[in-house]
């Protein structure tokens, strides 16, 4: 059963406007969750976790996370996108870090 | 401090052929793992370790073994290559926090 899915395969915004990348898990005991950010070509990068604590989570590069365990959501954001932030963001779940198939974010001028 | 060292970066195999991508990762990680990820597709988890000794399947362990006899190094064996098996291939570690991923190994089987 797919553990993380990612509602978005390809989502395209404006550069200087807001971004909302979609997550969603299904529940475990321990719901360890995580963002990452892979460019064209390279490894992937980890923004943003949540173990506990504080449901918004904030990352490196300006984002953020809102964990929602009423909704089984984890879902990024960032309040400006910048033409860099054009690349493919995985979610990912758990100690086993089960991913999601991605989203491809394009950024227009 | 090096991370997560992945060899080799690039590998062309022939169908049937066998051999092992290397990982080792110097920062005491107790949890590795192997991913593939297909063009255009997300990481499918292979196999993963959670110390020493200990292995376990993931999503797409079929046609893979692995083992971890030691802390550091966590390699990834393919016995008898298939032309399903061309992917680049991520290995990654962490102890409790701060997951770090190794550069890839792009492996093509014809």
């Known amino acids: 059963a797919q553990s993380v899915t990612q509602p978005d395969i390809h989502i395209t915004v404006s550069e200087g406007a807001s971004l909302e990348l979609r997550c969603n898990y299904s529940?475990?005991?321990?719901?360890?969750l995580f963002w990452y950010v892979q460019s064209p070509g390279q490894g992937l990068q980890l923004l943003l976790k949540?173990?506990?604590?504080?449901?918004l989570v904030q990352g490196i590069k300006g984002f953020e996370a809102e964990f929602k365990r009423s909704q089984s959501s984890f879902n990024l954001r960032k309040p400006s996108v910048h033409w860099s932030d054009a690349a493919e963001y995985f979610c990912?779940?758990?100690?086993?870090?089960?991913f999601g198939a991605g989203t491809r974010l394009t950024v227009k001028p | 401090n090096a991370g997560v060292t992945q060899t080799p970066k690039f590998r062309i195999l022939k169908i049937g052929q066998s051999m092992t991508l290397q990982c080792t990762q110097d920062?005491?990680?107790?949890?590795m793992y192997w991913y593939r990820q297909d063009p255009g597709m997300g990481l499918k988890l292979i196999y993963y370790?959670?110390?020493?000794?200990?292995?376990d399947k993931g999503e797409v362990p079929n046609g893979y073994n692995v083992s971890r006899s030691t802390t550091e190094d966590f390699p990834l064996r393919l016995e008898l290559a298939a032309p399903s098996q061309t992917s680049v291939y991520f290995c990654?570690?962490?102890?409790?926090?701060?997951?770090?991923f190794g550069s890839g190994t792009r492996l093509t089987v014809v």
């Open positions: 990654a570690s962490t102890r409790t926090q701060g997951y770090t």
């Open positions: 529940y475990g005991a321990t719901p360890y």
């Open positions: 949540y173990f506990s604590g504080d449901t």
């Open positions: 990912a779940k758990g100690h086993d870090m089960r």
């Open positions: 920062m005491n990680h107790n949890y």
């Open positions: 370790s959670v110390g020493a000794g200990i292995t």
